[in-house]
């Protein structure tokens, strides 16, 4: 029997994040049947470029109104750039939004003073679609992602960014150096499913045991014959893995 989830509530603070933000990486026309289906649910949704760059800010104002949105921009320019862009976004309704850590610290340093109880920014520390090869190819002398991922997230630590999204393999060692922090695990897939081109992952159950604050998940979701009862299989999962 699936468990019940709770309604769906805009609450704000950050330590009330729905444990999954579905990804809708889709163009507008999909997106109110998709958040139909999974009324109810204790779920959130993440708006990245696909939709953004289709529909813009005022469909996320719009959804950020209803539910707990995660705007997934990956901010990474000069500094002056990104200070004015996150400004933009802070006033959107968003809950969490994205930065490249790989930005560096005069990039990230301005954005803490952004951020409020119901607004909070996340470094991006290596996609998770990336693996060494991808990394050695960029000329990156840490070609080893874990070791990447360390030296992003001690950079964004020091510019006193406190959220990260990074794969659920590595968040086990960021949590453990800041437990208040939060972060969100994309490259998650449930047992079996298609990797698709998602390189690090895991289940729903390891990101969590892992340290993961909320997960993020779309093509699992978003693709399947049955959205509704997959989400609901991965909160269950969540909450008793
Ligand atoms: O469909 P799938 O579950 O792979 O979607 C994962 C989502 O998380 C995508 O929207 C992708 O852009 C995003 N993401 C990611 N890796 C990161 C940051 C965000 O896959 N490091």
Redesign the pocket.
């Known amino acids: 029997m699936p468990t019940q989830q709770p309604q769906q509530q805009n609450d704000r603070s950050q330590s009330t994040l729905p444990p999954l933000f579905v990804?809708l990486?889709m163009g507008e026309p999909d997106v109110a049947p998709l958040m139909g289906d999974l009324a109810g649910l204790n779920v959130g949704y993440?708006v990245?470029m696909e939709l953004f760059y289709q529909s813009g800010a005022a469909l996320v104002r719009k959804l950020a109104k209803d539910h707990p949105i995660f705007l997934?921009l990956k901010l990474h320019d000069i500094p002056n750039t990104v200070q004015s862009a996150a400004a933009r976004i802070a006033d959107m309704g968003v809950r969490v939004t994205?930065v490249h850590a790989a930005g560096g610290e005069a990039m990230l340093a301005g954005l803490p003073a952004l951020e409020r109880d119901d607004f909070q920014f996340l470094a991006?520390t290596v996609?998770?679609?990336m693996n060494e090869h991808d990394l050695t190819g960029l000329g990156v002398l840490d070609a080893n992602p874990a070791q990447r991922v360390q030296r992003l997230f001690t950079l964004a630590r020091n510019s006193g960014i406190t959220g990260f999204?990074c794969s659920p393999l590595e968040v086990k060692s960021l949590h453990a150096a800041l437990p208040e922090g939060t972060f969100i695990t994309?490259?998650?897939r449930p047992a079996g499913a298609k990797a698709?081109d998602?390189n690090r992952v895991a289940t729903p159950a390891q990101a969590k045991r892992s340290g993961a604050t909320s997960l993020?998940?779309?093509?699992?979701i978003t693709r399947a014959s049955d959205p509704r009862a997959s989400t609901q299989t991965i909160l269950d999962e969540l909450a008793h893995g």
Do not use: E, M, N, Y
Request: net charge negative; proline share 10%; aromatic share 0%.
């Open positions: 990804a990486d993440k990245g997934d994205t991006v996609l998770t679609s999204i994309p490259g998650v698709d998602q993020v998940i779309g093509r699992p």
